[in-house]
């Protein structure tokens, strides 16, 4: 007889365990067995706060297998617990979910710690001085700041753009990126100017201490240290 399915248990919401859910949607895997939950990183750092979110300390990090596309090392935590798998699921986050994830069901007071999570797993946070802008014999140097997030599931990337416009203070644009060289499939994201960035990061960190990438953090807080009068300066 085929053993009877656990219910997925009720957790409570809290902003460390919607920014889990966000990196588990990103970087995250569930296996087909119905137990274990994987999640991966270059950033030994990042699997650490993953652990002390879902409050798993004692999960090992473990390096990953190179798949020989990797630049740098890779490492994961992986671990096995029916009732989260299957409450994972009950929110929309699935197995073989690359292509097919679509909406999460999230409390939208806890989405903007679940964003945090989603831009540290697979977003992009990038500023760079621009002082190739030549006017009048003059070079000027500028900040230029743009942030991403992106799927390759249209659906989810439509569903977080819809949220975003809902709950935060900006919109953003969508974007599709073609197949090409080693990437074979269609990329969907969601796009940010750079005074739509830096209101979406004061948004993100809205306080001390909240579970987040270092790297990332440091780059967010800093550029957030020099923005006067609604303008960056240096």
């Known amino acids: 007889m085929p053993k009877a399915k656990l219910p997925a248990k009720e957790f409570s919401w809290t902003p460390e365990l ?3 859910v966000g990196l588990l949607v990103t970087d995250g895997n569930l296996s087909k067995d119905g137990r274990h939950i994987t999640m991966r990183s270059s950033d030994k750092g990042l ?33 096995s617990d029916v009732r989260f798998y299957n409450w994972l699921v009950s929110i929309g986050v699935k197995p073989a979910k690359t292509y ?9 007071y806890y989405f903007r710690d679940f964003l945090r999570g989603h831009l540290d797993g697979d977003g992009t946070l990038y500023t760079y001085r621009d002082t190739y ?4 014999d003059k070079r000027y140097s500028n900040t230029r700041v743009y942030m991403k997030f992106i799927s390759a599931s249209e659906v989810h990337i439509q569903w977080l753009h819809s949220m975003i416009i809902a709950h935060s203070p900006v919109r953003g644009v969508l974007e599709i990126k073609k197949p ?9 994201g969601v796009k940010f100017s750079k005074y739509e960035s830096l ?25 957030l240290s020099r923005v006067k009068n609604g303008r960056l300066v240096r």
């Open 100 to 108: 097919t994830i679509g909406t999460i069901k999230i409390p939208y």
């Open 180 to 188: 090409y060289r080693k990437r074979r499939v269609l990329m969907w």
């Open 199 to 223: 209101a979406l990061l004061r948004w993100l960190y809205y306080k001390d201490n909240l579970p987040a990438l270092e790297r990332k953090r440091v780059i967010a807080l800093n550029l």
């Open 18 to 20: 919607a920014y889990a």
């Open 47 to 79: 699997l650490e706060t993953f652990r002390m979110c879902l409050n798993r300390k004692k999960d090992k990090i473990a390096q990953s297998h190179n798949d020989g596309y990797a630049t740098k090392p890779s490492f994961r935590v992986q671990f």
């Open 133 to 136: 802008n030549v006017y009048k």
